[in-house]
Each structure stands twice: as structure tokens, then as C-alpha cells.
């Protein structure tokens, strides 16, 4: 069984619930805005993906941030922001075990999750 973190109504965790249930993969959702993430966890994705996989540039929460904010320079740095603004993690990231990969990549999550 895998876990998938995200955003329920996020356009690209629908199209991972829909790949993962087209392949019959099983999974668990953790829905970072319900049940929020900790610390510990984000530490452990940034050590296996670095914390610039995490940390999304590109959507409205980022652009939303002060310059000052988006000065992010260090991994403490990161983590301090992604845990009061838990739109900023990339999604989707799943974890199989001590695997962890971020964001939707239909064939890379089918070599990994096969």
C-alpha cells in the first residue's frame, strides 16, 4: 500500500487518483489541508529529494509570498515555509516504504510502483 499526500481538489492529484485507480494501485490519501503534515516527515522527503523537488514555484500560494519569503535559502528554511503553507509542497508526493516520489510522472510512477 502507498501513501499519496497532497490537495484533494488539485487538478494533478485527480489525475494521479485517476492513474493510480486505473492501474489498481491502492492507496491512502493524506490531504495536507485536513490533516496537515509535520516536520519530521518533510525533513525525511528533503533528505531523499531535496527540498528544491518539494517546494512549488510555480503555483498562486508561491506567488503570493513576499519577496523576503521566497528568499528561501536552506533546507530549515524550506521546511519552516512549507509548514504554514502546505500548498507550497509539490504535488502529488507518494510514498511506497522508504520511497518517495514527487509530482505526477505516469511512467516513472509505473516503473516505481510496479
Known amino acids: 500500500?502507498?501513501?499519496?499526500?497532497?490537495?484533494?481538489?488539485?487538478?494533478?492529484?485527480?489525475?494521479?487518483?485517476?492513474?493510480?485507480?486505473?492501474?489498481?494501485?491502492?492507496?491512502?490519501?493524506?490531504?495536507?489541508?485536513?490533516?496537515?503534515?509535520?516536520?519530521?516527515?518533510?525533513?525525511?522527503?528533503?533528505?531523499?529529494?531535496?527540498?528544491?523537488?518539494?517546494?512549488?514555484?510555480?503555483?498562486?500560494?508561491?506567488?503570493?509570498?513576499?519577496p523576503a519569503e521566497q528568499a528561501v535559502s536552506t533546507q530549515a528554511d524550506a521546511i519552516a515555509l512549507m509548514l504554514v503553507n502546505t500548498s507550497l509542497i509539490k504535488r502529488p508526493v507518494i510514498e511506497k516504504g522508504a520511497q518517495v516520489h514527487v509530482g505526477f510522472d505516469p511512467d516513472a510512477l509505473a516503473k516505481a510502483l510496479k
Do not use: P, Q
Not at 500500500?1 to 490519501?29: H, P
Not at 489541508?33 to 525525511?44: F, I, N, P, Y
Open 1 to 66: 500500500m502507498i501513501t499519496i499526500y497532497g490537495i484533494k481538489n488539485c487538478d494533478t492529484m485527480k489525475k494521479a487518483f485517476a492513474w493510480l485507480d486505473k492501474e489498481g494501485i491502492g492507496y491512502r490519501f493524506h490531504d495536507y489541508k485536513k490533516e496537515g503534515v509535520d516536520s519530521a516527515r518533510l525533513t525525511d522527503w528533503c533528505k531523499k529529494v531535496g527540498w528544491k523537488t518539494l517546494v512549488n514555484t510555480r503555483g498562486t500560494t508561491w506567488r503570493k509570498l513576499t
